[in-house]
Nanobody
Framework: QVQLVESGGGLVQAGGSLRLSCAAS????????MGWFRQAPGKEREFVAAINWGGGTTYYADSVKGRFTISRDNRKNTVYLQMNSLKPEDTAVYYC?????????????????WGQGTQVTVSS
């Protein structure tokens, strides 16, 4: 079993930056692919970014490509999402997710573990 706890959300002005962290407990974190998803009010949860088990391969939604960076530190059992050039449309609850596979996926249905989410609000 893996437990995920996100942190780092908050209120930021458009153009600003935030860094989200996701701390994982449990064994075998380093063998899991990890992802970030987000859900805005009234909208479905959507894929943001994902990273494979070793951190060497990443994948991004087109809406965040070039602005967001996903990374992981397997020694610390932590995955990060660096968010730069934030826009009001990035406002959402951001969720960390873990997949019992070494390879990433953009499909939320393929993730087995979820955090409780952290709110990101970008003001214009």
């Amino acid at each position: 079993q893996v437990q995920l706890v996100e942190s780092g959300g908050g209120l930021v002005q458009a153009g600003g930056s935030l860094r989200l962290s996701c701390a994982a407990s449990g064994r075998a974190f380093s063998s899991y692919a990890m992802g970030w998803f987000r859900q805005a009010p009234g909208k479905e949860r959507e894929f943001v970014a994902a990273i494979n088990w070793g951190g060497g391969t990443t994948y991004y939604a087109d809406s965040v490509k070039g602005r967001f960076t996903i990374s992981r530190d397997n020694r610390k059992n932590t995955v990060y999402l660096q968010m730069n050039s934030l826009k009001p449309e990035d406002t959402a609850v951001y969720y960390c997710a873990g997949r019992s596979s070494s390879y990433y996926s953009s499909s939320l249905n393929e993730y087995d573990y979820w955090g409780q989410g952290t709110q990101v609000t970008v003001s214009s």
